[in-house]
């Protein structure tokens, strides 16, 4: 008789949760260097944004012309821009990585294949149950009367023992 079912095997499961896993993985990894980008990047653009404003105020002090002034304003609005477009590159790399671990994780789970049909054992024929074979008990040993016998010890006091000889 054999027995046919629907379910996936447990090694096809662990399988499956092993993939998931590793595509979760690499896409986490991904976007924490990701983030840590961003991060550099807002940093860099704050420091911009500061640079711009003793740019202008010290050519405004040494008495820069409006042209100057405008050539100073633009630049830093140049960068600026450039920042923010860095930015939202590495944004839409996260999204994209996300987005892709969630497609590898649904593929991973649509190719679960069934188990394959087995052979199962007839209700009546179920495995046999092993009973422990006894152990018998431990001989009682008396305790004994007769003293115990010491043990010579060399000239530095240390215990011999003289079911050992030494060959010289």
Known sequence: MTSTSNEPSNMDKMKVS????????????????????????????????????????????????????????????KDIADLEHQIKEKEDIIEGNTVEAKKKIETNKST?????????????????????SPVAPAPVVEPSM????????????????PAVTVEQ
């Open 18 to 77: 092993m993939n998931n896993c590793w595509a979760s993985t690499l896409a986490c990894g991904k976007n924490t260097k990701e983030k840590a980008l961003i991060q550099k990047l807002k940093f860099d653009l704050e420091s911009r944004k500061k640079a711009f404003g003793v740019d202008y105020l010290t050519k405004l002090k040494q008495g820069a012309n409006e042209q100057d002034l405008k050539l100073v304003l633009e630049t830093a609005q």
């Open 112 to 132: 679960v294949k069934p188990a394959t049909p087995t052979a199962a054992p007839p209700a009546a024929q179920s495995a046999p149950v092993v009973e422990p």
């Open 146 to 161: 007769t003293p115990l016998k010491t043990v010579p010890s060399d000239e530095h006091g240390s215990v011999s023992n």
